[in-house]
């Protein structure tokens, strides 16, 4: 393998380390391999005086980064391997968690699609840079799998009830939302993400301000969010104290302001895993009330009878495997879920 097809891309330029997915193909999907690389990168530049400052990308221009390589777990968990599955969402989360704790600059590139794991990867870092061609989301229950990464603490902060509709739904947001919803910083164009470079390039980092060189390539040229007008109506819905009351509730919707985004509301949840829709309600409230790493923590504990007790084998299967995209849920509906199962994945949390 030469350097250019290494899994991860890395170099040092003007007391900057530039880390680089490099998985194009595959929306730059983070295998373990590529997060003990970023570890070991991070730990190395912490500790380094000469490097002043983090820059995090992905290798071109369709994704950040699209979330964990989701298949290979699949194939672990037919071969039994739980421990392999394991020790990949540990580690994948001991990265998240130390790009929330280091000690310089961090800055994420979001161009692209941000999913999951690459949500995970950008919400800790210092700033998030958004272009317009960005689609961040948390899409995870649509495999039948819960929001992690850290999911269960920056989710439950954003407004209202926001974090619990995008969680539970898995809807991806553009742009304007992202940067209305503080889940990014800024907007550059892609087509100056070049000068950025120069600008990292050229930069005095004992006499220069990062911020003040980064206000030319700022775009305030955005669409109006879409979300703040359907906030009151989500505030509303998604309060609801269970997964069928919401549902019920979203259904009752007769305010024409509102009706036609509940009715694709009420589409998208029945798409979805009632399990894990219901699972990750319960997370995102629990998380509310939790610090960062008590959060990862129940995200781990239930990543250990995910792969046997929930939905995403059936999940990855149908999207992915055999692509047939007919998951059979267990159970099939919200109705038919009792709540003892989802109680179950919380048992042994203090």
């Known amino acids: 393998m030469t350097d250019a097809q290494a899994p991860v891309l890395a170099e040092v ?23 003990r690389l970023l ?3 991070l730990n190395d530049w912490s500790a380094n005086s000469e490097v002043k400052a983090v820059v995090l990308r992905g290798n071109g ?3 950040f980064c699209a979330g964990g390589d989701i298949r290979t777990l699949y194939d672990q968990h037919l071969a039994g391997d739980a421990q392999a599955i394991e020790t990949f969402f540990a580690e994948e989360y001991a990265l998240d968690l130390s790009i929330h704790a280091f000690p310089k ?7 692209g699609f941000v999913l999951g794991g690459g949500m995970g990867l950008a919400q800790g870092a210092s700033l998030r840079i958004l272009t ?15 929001p992690d990464v850290g999911g269960s603490y920056f989710l439950p902060r954003l407004p209202g009830e926001m974090g619990l509709y995008l969680g539970i739904t ?52 955005l669409p109006p969010t879409q979300l703040a ?12 104290p269970t997964l069928s009351a919401i549902h019920q ?57 995910w792969f046997n007790d929930g939905d995403i084998a059936e999940g990855v299967r149908a999207l992915l495997v055999d692509k047939d995209k007919q998951p059979r849920w267990n159970p099939p509906s919200i109705g038919q879920l009792e709540p003892a199962r989802v109680n179950a994945f919380f048992e042994g949390l203090s």
């Not at 900057?16 to 999907?29: D, E, Y």
């Not at 600059?105 to 161009?111: C, E």
């Not at 829709?277 to 959060?295: I, P």
């Open 229 to 240: 007008d359907l906030q009151p109506a989500i505030d509303l819905h998604f309060a609801q």
């Open 249 to 305: 509730s979203l259904l009752e919707e007769i305010r024409p302001a509102y009706t036609g985004w509940a009715q694709s509301t009420v589409q998208l949840m029945d798409s979805r895993s009632p399990l894990a829709m219901a699972v990750t309600l319960e997370l995102l409230r629990r998380g509310r009330g939790k610090s960062l790493e008590d959060c990862f923590a129940m995200e781990l504990h239930l990543d250990r009878q």
């Open 61 to 63: 221009d369709r994704a």
């Open 170 to 221: 898995g809807t991806q947001v553009n742009t304007a939302d992202a940067l209305h919803l503080q889940l990014a910083d800024l907007c550059i164009p892609s087509k100056r993400l070049a000068e950025l470079d120069q600008v990292l390039d050229h930069i005095n980092w004992e006499n220069d301000s990062l911020d003040m060189a980064l206000t030319a390539l700022v775009s305030t040229d």
């Open 105 to 111: 600059p961090v800055i994420a590139l979001m161009d």
């Open 13 to 35: 330029r003007n007391r900057v380390g530039h880390l680089t997915l490099n998985r194009p193909a595959g929306l730059n999907a983070l295998t373990l391999e590529m997060v």
């Open 132 to 146: 317009e061609r960005s689609k961040l989301g948390m899409p995870e229950t649509g495999i039948g799998y819960f």
């Open 39 to 41: 570890q070991g990168y």
